[in-house]
């Protein structure tokens, strides 16, 4: 017994030794790794600028060992992404990442570890690599699990407009804050083909329409009017979210459908489009919808009260004379709290 | 004699089986959590969180600082949470009813105004006597309340919050400027599907703390608090995240945990009557995420996310330990219709058994060990030898375990700056079994009779303040 319980002893102090020096060696040679690259960084930052601006035709000589050479240059590229201005230093990131990564990122993809391929994924799209577009979609087709793999890969292939990426949207059940960033990343043309697909799941459209919503660009505009009357309640309820960030409608009339809605979410952007517009013909709903049995449609109703041209006026109608006891409260709270948010 | 060292001798055989099978439990936890943190090993943090930093889409967040007599540190707390770098959020301190100057300080370095309340009731709380909002940055908020407790503090700040999710935080805690996103993102990456979210927490003793920001990560000189960051890697990279990854994470931090509001209303809120009412709502969140059969998760982020100034003193370690165990000993009172029950699956078959079996009776396991060991050796019933044998079996054990939860440390932030840190991390943790584990079993089992007996409080300990004003 003593001479088992001696052997696993030794055992335990054998692996604790084996450990403290692997953790001593491998800290040893990262703070070194980390040190020559942030020193050769240093050397060449400014010289790379100004080669990478234009403003020097010399190319800086980078450091010799490839490890070394690829940080630097990834750390280089990373600040300079973060910093383009027009489409001559966007092209210029291109061809100095194409010549440095694009070798090492074909082999990374194919023999990295999981975090060395995620990364270098981000780097890809980061340094919009497209000469790495069919690369990318090879590996992606191989990718059993739906991690942050799979979705920084079909974030590159948004970012590239690859064309197999509609139709996989139409197949596949993407939720909708995802489907909004491949949008985001999409080129134009790429959206136009996606608005004329006719057989969409819900997902992608509610996507679609909220994304519009945030562009407020008008040529989307149309199509989010199109959906208020949609049968889909999510697709009907996104499509006024958006119309209250175009801060636009085409017909103010269709607003009471909402504002009497059966639907407590309808009340509230009914209500909170009616304020935004400055509709006065909606006043008188209004005040009644600050009586709301809903939380959030009194908040919204006394609101849009407030941002109406004599707003403070009907807000302290409400908060003295309203019959509701939880309207009062609201108007209350709304004369003196002011909207706000993080930044 | 002869039937008393017969006892003795069963009493040890138990403990060794129990102790052995408690050692094998811990590197099946190491084994299911090393894995998951090599994988992540190199992963660009940065890069990994940029998406929801700028989307638009990124839930927005309350964030709740409950607050009791905490002038010391409440005004760098709330620096901290408004330096967050996250899209969209409010911070709202609940100051429950403190009688320092918690509100003064806050309202007069805010500039905070009186504003009316609507607050909606989704629990009922002890009456909230007035709410200010900063002018100076308009999503902070501070609420005044009669003194209820940190969970009645916590449930009020729900009731005034406006957003979706909440972050529950205590007042003596910094958070990591990217704290926020990095516990959001596998709720937004599961598009909703874990309801809840806990990081590591890491102990801020020692480092370099400048306005409210950690600006260089060192150990600290007293052995009592290099022994909690021990102690803090091991309970958090092995212990949490090997039950996360199995579904069966029973505690999120009180320190700093994210929580859908939905969820957390339909569990019924926080416990007012418990002194562990963070891993109470956990278990009872779990309990109504099965009830109704429901497909979401409670995770954990191996990311150190949270600072907080541990106790430096014996005596408030011996509060803190007393507290967690009568917490504990309350939650799995409270919830023993779960524990061995089929319906529960993973929570109820293991999880809790866990709790109940390792967490809160290895105290008493461990104390009758100790007294068997000091007894036998006393009065001469068991050998030297066998003593010497087993306790250097033990010491290894307990330091080896350590070993790796440095290592995994080491994988998931690597910031000591240099070698010697980590040496004098191992050399310590081989003291562990010697001084800070008799001490810490001994105030457990305080805790447990006190659990039995007594009543809650918040369990304060005299603050420093870990932030400098100032940079030197």
């Known amino acids: 017994m003593v001479t088992v319980v001696l052997w696993i002893s030794g055992t335990f102090l054998l692996l604790q030794i084996i450990l403290l020096i692997y953790l001593s060696l491998s800290k040893q040679k990262g703070i070194r790794n980390d040190n020559s690259m942030i020193h050769a960084y240093h050397q060449v930052l400014n010289p790379y600028l100004a080669f990478l601006s234009g403003e020097s035709d010399q190319e800086p000589e980078l450091p010799s060992d490839e490890k070394t050479r690829i940080r630097v240059m990834e750390k280089l590229l990373s600040g300079y992404a973060s910093n383009i201005k027009g489409a001559g230093d966007q092209q210029r990131m291109q061809v100095t990442a194409d010549k440095y990564l694009s070798e090492y990122y074909r082999t990374v993809l194919k023999k990295g570890s999981w975090a060395e391929r995620v990364n270098t994924l981000y780097y890809i799209e980061d340094f919009t690599m497209n000469t790495l577009q069919t690369d990318v979609k090879k590996h992606f087709f191989t990718l059993q699990n739906r991690d942050e793999e799979y979705r920084q890969s079909l974030r590159v292939l948004a970012r590239f407009g690859e064309k197999e990426l509609i139709q996989l949207l139409s197949e596949e059940l993407f939720s909708m804050g995802f489907i909004k960033e491949l949008l985001r990343r999409m080129p134009a043309e790429s959206l136009e083909d996606l608005k004329k697909e006719e057989s969409l799941p819900e997902s992608v459209k509610t996507g679609m329409i909220s994304y519009f919503g945030e562009t407020g660009y008008y040529e989307h505009l149309p199509y989010v009017e199109q959906h208020i009357t949609h049968k889909d309640k999510e697709i009907r309820l996104k499509s006024l979210a958006a119309l209250c960030q175009y801060r636009y409608i085409s017909s103010a009339d269709s607003l009471s459908l909402f504002l009497d809605s059966a639907v407590w979410e309808e009340r509230m952007f009914g209500a909170r489009l009616a304020g935004i517009l400055q509709l006065t013909r909606y006043s008188t709903t209004l005040m009644k919808l600050a009586g709301d049995s809903n939380w959030w449609v009194r908040f919204a109703a006394c609101e849009a009260l407030k941002q109406m041209p004599d707003g403070e006026i009907l807000l302290t109608f409400a908060a003295e004379g309203h019959e509701d006891l939880y309207a009062r409260e609201m108007a209350r709270q709304l004369q003196t709290l002011k909207t706000g948010v993080s930044g | ?472």
């Not at chain 2, 061995?340 to 809790?352: D, E, T």
């Not at chain 2, 009758?368 to 079996?393: D, K, N």
Request: proline fraction near 3%; hydrophobic fraction near 45%.
């Open chain 2, 1 to 472: 004699m002869e039937w008393l060292s017969w006892i003795v001798n069963i009493a040890a055989i138990m403990i060794i089986i129990y102790m052995a099978s408690v050692s094998l439990l811990y590197i099946g936890m190491f084994l299911v959590a090393g894995p998951r943190i090599k994988k992540e090993r190199q992963l660009n943090r940065e890069a990994h969180i940029e998406e929801i930093s700028m989307n638009k889409d990124t839930f927005p967040i309350s964030v709740l600082v409950p607050a009791y007599n905490e002038e010391v540190g409440v005004v760098s707390t709330a620096r901290s949470m408004l330096a967050l770098n996250y899209p969209q959020f409010e911070v709202i301190i609940i100051d429950d009813g403190s009688s320092d100057q918690t509100s003064e300080k806050v309202i007069a370095e805010f500039r905070m105004k009186e504003i009316d309340l609507a607050i909606r009731r989704y629990f009922d709380t002890q009456p909230v006597e007035r709410a200010y909002q900063s002018t100076l940055f308009p999503h902070l908020f501070l609420i005044q309340k009669q003194n209820g407790g940190k969970a009645d503090a916590l449930n009020a700040g729900i009731n005034f919050s406006k957003y979706p999710y909440f972050a529950a935080i205590d007042g003596d805690s910094l958070l990591d400027r990217d704290a926020l996103l990095k516990t959001m993102k596998p709720i937004i990456d599961s598009n909703g599907k874990v309801t809840a979210t806990g990081g590591t927490v890491r102990i801020a003793n020692g480092s370099r703390i400048v306005r409210s920001e950690v600006e260089k990560v060192a150990l600290p000189k007293t052995p009592i608090v290099l022994m909690q960051i021990i102690e803090y890697f091991r309970a958090f990279l092995i212990g949490r995240l090997g039950l996360s990854r199995m579904n069966m994470l029973l505690i999120v931090s009180g320190a700093f945990g994210v929580f859908e509001k939905n969820r957390v209303i339909k569990a019924g809120g926080y416990k007012v009557d418990t002194v562990g009412e963070d891993m109470e709502l956990i278990v009872r969140m779990h309990k109504s995420i099965k009830d109704e059969r429901s497909d979401q998760r409670i995770e954990y982020i191996q990311d150190p996310v949270c600072w907080t100034e541990a106790p430096s003193t014996v005596s408030s370690l011996r509060s803190q330990r007393r507290r967690w165990q009568r917490g504990l000993t309350e939650t799995l009172w409270t919830h023993r219709s779960m524990l061995f029950n089929p319906k529960y699956k993973g929570i109820g078959l293991f999880a809790l058994p866990y709790y109940l079996f390792v967490e809160l009776l290895s105290a008493i396991f461990e104390l009758t060990g100790y007294i068997i060991i000091v007894a036998g050796l006393l009065f001469a019933f068991i050998s030297w030898e066998i003593t010497f044998v087993m306790f250097t079996a033990t010491v290894l054990y307990g330091s080896l375990i350590s070993s790796l939860a440095v290592l995994l440390e080491e994988w998931t932030y690597h910031k000591y700056p240099d070698v010697k840190s980590l040496l004098k991390l191992f050399i310590w943790s081989l003291s562990e079994a010697f001084w800070y584990r008799p001490l810490t079993v001994l105030w457990r089992c305080e805790g447990l009779i006190a659990a039995i007996r007594g009543k809650g409080s918040w369990g304060n300990m005299q603050r420093k303040g870990i932030s400098e004003e100032e940079a030197a």
